[in-house]
Structures are given as structure tokens and as C-alpha cells.
């Protein structure tokens, strides 16, 4: 069965910090797509970034980076320099292949709270 | 980008009242939408998957004859809540899945069912 595990319930930080939320995910498929959402207070979902199992470069698009290990099973999101309007919540996600529905199976979520 | 509606947008209704949520590709045909359920500070559920022209597949634990879902055409999915109780509020989120390229899925805003 899939999981996805983001231990970080709820993050604090000042506005300018680095902030770096963890995914950690078990899947026995060797293909599989990991995703970062974000969910502000509208409850509205906003997708940041697919990656595929095969691909382990790691990703930089402004202020957010990723960093996916295949080796410790993890797809951490780092936000550089946060900013107010960062606050959210963010959730890892882990879809199965095609061949099995292409479901997704998200984390818990991470509460980001970003302070001025 | 390809772009879902959803709609009501928000719900009030009585207890033992049906509720009927859409879901709308309005860029792109989905012949699979996914169905989520949120419940206040938790994560998305996966419901039940959607599927044109065929019986929609649900997950372990929801009860297909209380959840209807209807996906009678590539660009339209319902979720019908029947006789709604108070525990069935909660955030509604279809997703559905875009064919053309890398079987994305595009999320929609989101429904949310308060039943009094």
C-alpha cells in the first residue's frame, strides 16, 4: 500500500526565514509521481510540482525548491526567504501509476504559519 | 492551464435532504474525475473514482448507495449526497484527469456541504 507521511504538523516562522517542510512516502511501484499542493485559507488546491520516480534532479522555480531522494524515500520543499503570503497548508502527494487508476494518496498536511 | 469548476461553490441544507455537487472540465474532456472529502483540518480522502459511461469505482469505507456519482458525459461529474446527516458536512473536491498529455489531474475549487 502507498503512504505518504509528512511528520510536521504545524510550522512557525518570521517572515524572511528559510523554512523546509518533509515528505516521506512508501510505495512498491517503481513508477510513481510525487506532487506538492498547496491549500490556502479558500481551500482552493494549488499544485507546485510534479516529479517522476525516475527523475532525482532536484528543482529550484523562485523561492521554492525540492529535493527528492529516492534513497531515504523523501520529497522535502524548501521555501527561501518566506513571505506572509506563504502561509497555507501544504500537502505531499503520491500517485499510483497509470495502470492502477492514477489515484493520489496525500499526506497529512503541514499548517505553515509565516509571521511578520 | 486546464481549468475545473465546481459547483455550488457552498451548500447549507437539512438533515435527510439529497445534495447534488457538479464538477466541470471547462478546457478539457476527462473520462475520469476523482471525488475527495475533506473534513476540517484533515487531509483529502480519496472517495470514489469517476468514470463516463460506467459505474464509478469507490474506496473501501464509503457507501456507494449514499454517495451517487454520475458521470454522464467527458466534461461533467456529480457527487449526489443523499439524505444528508450533520457528519456528512465537510469539503467536497473533484479532481479530474487530463488525457491529452501526462494524465494530470486539475483540482477544483472545492464544495462546501453544511448539513443543519
Known amino acids: 500500500a502507498q503512504k505518504v507521511t509528512q511528520a510536521q504538523t504545524e510550522i512557525s516562522v518570521v517572515e524572511k526565514e528559510d523554512v523546509t517542510l518533509d515528505c516521506v512516502y512508501e510505495t512498491r511501484d517503481t513508477t510513481y509521481y510525487l506532487f506538492w499542493y498547496k491549500q490556502p485559507p479558500s481551500g482552493e488546491l494549488v499544485f507546485l510540482i510534479r516529479r517522476n520516480s525516475f527523475d532525482e534532479q532536484n528543482e529550484i522555480s523562485g523561492r521554492y525548491s525540492w529535493n527528492f531522494q529516492k534513497s531515504t524515500s523523501s520529497f522535502n520543499f524548501t521555501i527561501t526567504a518566506s513571505q506572509v503570503v506563504d502561509s497555507a497548508v501544504y500537502f505531499c502527494a503520491l500517485s499510483e501509476p497509470m495502470e492502477y487508476g492514477n489515484k493520489l494518496v496525500f499526506g497529512a498536511g503541514t499548517i505553515l504559519r509565516v509571521k511578520s | 492551464g486546464a481549468v475545473v469548476s465546481q459547483h455550488p461553490s457552498w451548500v447549507i441544507c437539512k438533515s435527510g435532504t439529497s445534495v447534488k455537487i457538479e464538477c466541470r472540465s471547462l478546457d478539457f474532456q476527462a473520462t475520469t474525475m476523482f471525488w475527495y472529502r475533506q473534513f476540517p483540518k484533515q487531509s483529502l480522502m480519496l472517495m470514489a473514482t469517476?468514470?463516463?459511461?460506467?459505474?464509478?469505482?469507490?474506496e473501501q469505507g464509503v457507501e456507494k448507495d449514499k454517495f451517487l456519482i454520475n458521470h454522464a458525459s467527458l466534461t461533467l461529474s456529480t457527487l449526489t449526497v443523499t439524505s444528508a446527516h450533520p457528519e456528512d458536512s465537510s469539503f467536497y473536491i473533484c479532481?479530474?484527469?487530463?488525457?491529452?498529455?501526462?494524465?494530470?489531474?486539475?483540482f477544483g475549487p472545492g464544495t462546501r456541504l453544511t448539513v443543519t
Open positions: 469517476s468514470n463516463e459511461g460506467s459505474k464509478a469505482t469507490y
Open positions: 479532481s479530474a484527469r487530463d488525457e491529452r498529455g501526462g494524465y494530470e489531474q486539475y
